[in-house]
């Protein structure tokens, strides 16, 4: 680096504020990879520094199980507030991988704030930006949001493998909900995986029989753990929550959806507190299992951690 080079350095780190430069030497940018054995082939799961930490990518014999297009569509997590007022989807909604306006730029909105990708295990926080940028709107309601990053933090731990199952993704999340907000209702999308349009084939999980039964695509909530498969059976996702449901909200708690236009479909696990004396600031953890394989491969699965329950 000549002398002028040095001396502009020098000059735009001087009136940078400390905290801003300081972060921009430490904050990790992730970018990584977990894997874990199963059958004939490796799952991989890519995070990267796009979506802040987000999973961009899920892999299993060949196979992409992840439609990761603009800065929703991941294997990510989000919360929705009603601010104390009439709830109106994603107008107070922090996401992990980012904002709607970050499209399918390379960039987000989102702040990763720590970062550890080990063998089969990954562990990140992140400081979670509003779906919606101030002023925007969504389904015609306006955005209660003021700024477009949130103080809303989201720590998760995933890992490939869970005792003897090896095709069993253990999904941990954290949601802090910060001081200095008042809400009377709050909805944790815990998980929630975008796919790709072949996996058009739409199963609930029965506990009672240990057999899936049909489901329709929805759109929207009910209470069996929803499967997404290949027509042919030969790859599916599903998810499972031993904490499902959320109490009062019995009929609730795994939604499905068929994005036809965007040939994209979508499974989540959902979480919901209502408190008329308002929703204490606090962390919220919740517990999931994702599953990957054949079809039969995650109704086996499924079978094992009912009964672990």
Known sequence: MNLVSWLLAAMILAILPLSDACAQATLPDGNGQIRG???????????TSRLAGAIDSLTWNGKEFINSTDHGRQLQSASNFDVG?????????????????DGA????????????????QLQTTSQMAFWLQPEEKSSGHLA???????????TKRVTIGYKDLANVISYDVTFGV?????HRYAQFEAVTGYMPAEFHAFHAFDSASGQ????????????????????????????????????????????????GPQHVMKWNCVFRIRDASGVAAADYSFKSFVI???LEDVRLAMVRLHEWR
């Open 178 to 182: 910060p001081i200095g907000e008042f």
């Open 85 to 101: 007022s009439t709830f109106s989807s994603e107008t107070f909604n922090p996401t992990e991988a980012g904002s709607r306006r």
């Open 105 to 120: 730029g390379d960039t987000s909105s989102s702040r990763m704030l720590h970062y550890i990708a080990k063998g089969n």
């Open 37 to 47: 054995h199963f059958k004939n082939s490796e799952i991989v799961i890519t995070t």
């Open 144 to 154: 209660k949001n003021s700024t477009v990053l949130s103080d809303h933090l989201l």
């Open 212 to 259: 899936f039964a049909p489901l329709t695509d929805g759109p929207g909530e009910q209470n069996r753990p929803v499967v997404l498969a290949t027509e042919d059976g030969e790859f599916a996702m599903g998810i499972y929550s031993p904490q499902q449901p959320s109490e009062g909200f019995a009929q609730a708690g795994y939604g499905r959806w068929n994005f």
């Open 292 to 294: 990957v394989g054949s």
